[in-house]
């Protein structure tokens, strides 16, 4: 019997198989977790001695080169980008296996052209170098599909039923990562401006992105962590629809 184990900040989940039988059906073995309400997976498994190298291609047609070390794999994907198709090569560059996934087990009805027009809208760069990065599509009979990706934090995202309803900055969340600190989320289209009031009393306004707040906090306004901030909503008419504190920690 061989056993392998995957573990994350959220758990860990595996199994044994027997040695003989591991690769009859290809020549690497497949299993994947759902990191929280994220919407993303962790993929990952096990390659024969055979592969050289792996690769998955996804609907966007993406294409991922996949980390294989010491015959085991590991990937990060949003439920966005599948259907998914893993392929692996031999050290002549030949296919020797390939094999698709239709699904992360969450299946969502967004139609395909929510998924396909996937693309990066932005960039943010903090003053100490670490990154937030928003991929968004087009919204598409009721869906949109997005992912937000915070350097060395995680992200989070999938597709949902937009525009996103209830409290306008009910789905920002706020992350420290490395020195820097971020506020992202998507939010209402009716949303027009954010503004952060700071503990010495400033204040910071913010425009959203294509419906999403993306924002890096100047170094000059955090004290330390934790980092209090207050953050309001505004519409085009200058009112606030909403208020919400939020706590950053380490």
């Given at each position: 019997?061989?056993?392998?184990?995957?573990?994350?900040?959220?758990?860990?989940?595996?199994?044994?198989?027997?040695?003989?039988?591991?690769?009859?059906?290809?020549?690497?073995?497949?299993?994947?977790?759902?990191?929280?309400?994220?919407?993303y997976?962790?993929?990952?498994?096990?390659?024969?001695?055979?592969?050289?190298?792996?690769?998955?291609?996804?609907?966007?047609?993406?294409?991922?080169d996949?980390?294989?070390?010491?015959?085991?794999?590991?990937?990060?994907?949003a439920?966005g980008?599948?259907?998914?198709?893993?392929?692996?090569?031999?050290?002549?560059?030949?296919?020797?296996?390939?094999?698709?996934y239709?699904?992360?087990?969450?299946?969502?009805?967004?139609?395909?052209?929510?998924?396909?027009?996937?693309?990066?809208?932005?960039?943010?760069?903090?003053?100490?170098?670490?990154?937030?990065?928003?991929?968004?599509?087009?919204?598409?009979?009721?869906?949109?599909?997005?992912?937000?990706?915070?350097?060395?934090?995680?992200?989070?995202?999938g597709?949902?039923?937009?525009?996103?309803?209830?409290?306008?900055?009910?789905?920002?969340?706020?992350?420290?990562?490395?020195?820097d600190?971020?506020?992202?989320?998507?939010?209402?289209p009716?949303?027009?401006?954010?503004s952060?009031?700071?503990?010495?009393?400033?204040?910071a306004?913010?425009?959203?992105?294509?419906?999403?707040?993306?924002?890096?906090?100047?170094?000059?306004?955090?004290?330390?962590?934790?980092?209090?901030?207050?953050?309001?909503?505004?519409?085009?008419?200058?009112?606030?629809?909403?208020?919400?504190?939020?706590?950053?920690?380490?």
């Amino acid at each position: 019997m061989l056993c392998a184990l995957t573990i994350d900040r959220g758990g860990s989940g595996g199994g044994c198989s027997p040695v003989d039988h591991l690769f009859d059906r290809a020549p690497f073995t497949f299993g994947s977790s759902s990191v929280g309400s994220s919407q993303y997976s962790v993929l990952a498994g096990l390659a024969s001695d055979d592969v050289a190298k792996l690769e998955l291609f996804s609907l966007r047609g993406g294409r991922i080169d996949v980390p294989l070390r010491d015959n085991a794999w590991l990937v990060r994907v949003a439920s966005g980008d599948y259907p998914l198709r893993l392929v692996a090569y031999d050290d002549g560059g030949r296919v020797i296996g390939i094999d698709a996934y239709q699904s992360d087990g969450n299946t969502s009805p967004a139609p395909a052209e929510a998924k396909s027009s996937v693309r990066r809208l932005a960039r943010i760069v903090g003053e100490s170098g670490q990154t937030a990065t928003l991929m968004a599509g087009t919204p598409a009979r009721g869906y949109r599909c997005f992912s937000i990706e915070v350097s060395n934090r995680g992200g989070g995202g999938g597709c949902t039923a937009w525009p996103i309803a209830g409290d306008a900055l009910a789905f920002v969340e706020g992350a420290a990562t490395h020195g820097d600190v971020f506020f992202t989320g998507p939010l209402p289209p009716a949303t027009t401006d954010v503004s952060l009031s700071y503990p010495d009393g400033e204040s910071a306004k913010v425009e959203p992105i294509s419906s999403f707040l993306v924002y890096a906090v100047p170094h000059r306004f955090i004290g330390g962590l934790p980092f209090k901030v207050t953050l309001r909503a505004f519409d085009a008419n200058g009112r606030q629809i909403d208020e919400r504190p939020i706590e950053v920690t380490p």
